[in-house]
Structures are given as structure tokens and as C-alpha cells.
């Protein structure tokens, strides 16, 4: 099956009852503590920069850790990326 438009685009993409269409992946409001640190360490342009699915996914696994530790661990991480601008979750795209 070839696609030939994202995914990612609105709720009527998905019908469970027809081949080929995913479901809809939450969007998550980015919080204030995130947009704080991505303003202090001047990465707010890198975050804009990425595709909405990567934003999403970089708050989405960021709020979604239960302990604070890996909450910060995860937020070093976006940062690290950010700052590096090949990378996304490890993933170095060059």
C-alpha cells in the first residue's frame, strides 16, 4: 500500500472499519516547564524546526514519565538533540 499524504493529519483519517488508516495519536499541549527550558537554552527556533509529529513526540515521552529523574533525563535528551539537530530519540539521521 502506497501512501501518498501524512498520516498525521486530522481525525477523519482514521476509519477502524476501513484497510490502511491508523488511529489518531493524542496531541499533547507543550507545558510550561518545557517551553521555559527550550527559551533558556535559546532551542526554541530547533523545536519549532522539527516536523508536529516529533514535537508531539518529544512532549508526549517527556510528560509521560512518572518519576522525576527520568522526566529530566528525557528532557536532556530533546535538548541534546535539539542543540545537535540530526538526531531525533537517538535516531541520527545523516
Not at 486530522?10 to 516547564?33: N, W
Not at 514519565?65 to 545537535?84: F, G, P, S, W, Y
Amino acid at each position: 500500500m502506497e501512501i501518498s499524504t501524512p498520516i498525521y493529519q486530522s481525525e477523519d483519517c482514521f476509519d477502524p472499519g476501513k484497510e490502511g488508516t491508523l488511529p489518531v495519536r493524542p496531541r499533547y499541549p507543550m507545558p510550561d516547564f518545557i517551553r521555559d527550558v527550550l527559551n533558556e537554552h535559546r532551542l526554541m527556533d530547533a523545536y519549532h524546526a522539527r516536523p508536529p509529529y516529533q514535537q508531539n513526540d518529544y512532549i508526549g515521552w517527556i510528560t509521560r514519565a512518572k518519576l522525576a529523574a527520568t522526566k529530566k533525563k528525557r528532557l536532556d535528551q530533546m535538548l541534546d538533540e535539539l542543540k545537535r539537530g540530526n538526531v531525533y530519540m537517538k535516531w541520527n539521521s545523516k
